[in-house]
């Protein structure tokens, strides 16, 4: 079989392209940050062998809406060892949590605290562009009076 045809082919070359072409989109947040895969699995084969073979729960990388996370076990390598195979809504759930700072929108000396930039801009019904402009330059929204700042 041509590698090509295979099942888990572009789920393989979507974690060699963000960790290793720097023109592929998500590189930044993968490549440019140290994130690497395995030698063993940079040939193909050796990597569905390993997913057939030896991977817990690797069978359901074939289905649709399950995918292979290395940051369960905290490495910055995509390898055997290291991946665990987890639904699509439970890595959003983790990617998310990862990039979500508290912040806490104080108006009047009343303070309201929020999980994210997101939370606080459907809750104000403010852009989440101008409340990142605000936490960065610590100037208040004038139209509504808000300034912010992040929880720590």
Sequence with gaps: MNKKDHALYSRWKSIMDRCYRSKNKNYRFYGAKGIKV???WHHFWNFVYDVDN????????YEKGWQLD???KGGKIY???N???????DNRKIANNKLSK?????KNNKQIEFESISEAGRNLNI???NIRYFLRSGNADRTT???FKYYV
């Design 145 to 147: 009076g808000y300034s």
């Design 83 to 89: 991946c665990t195979v987890i639904s699509g809504e």
């Design 102 to 106: 508290k912040i806490i929108a104080s």
């Design 127 to 129: 852009k989440r562009t």
């Design 54 to 61: 030896h991977l817990i729960d690797g069978h359901l990388l």
């Design 79 to 81: 390898s055997l060892e």
């Design 38 to 40: 395995s030698d063993t």
């Design 70 to 72: 290395k940051d369960i």
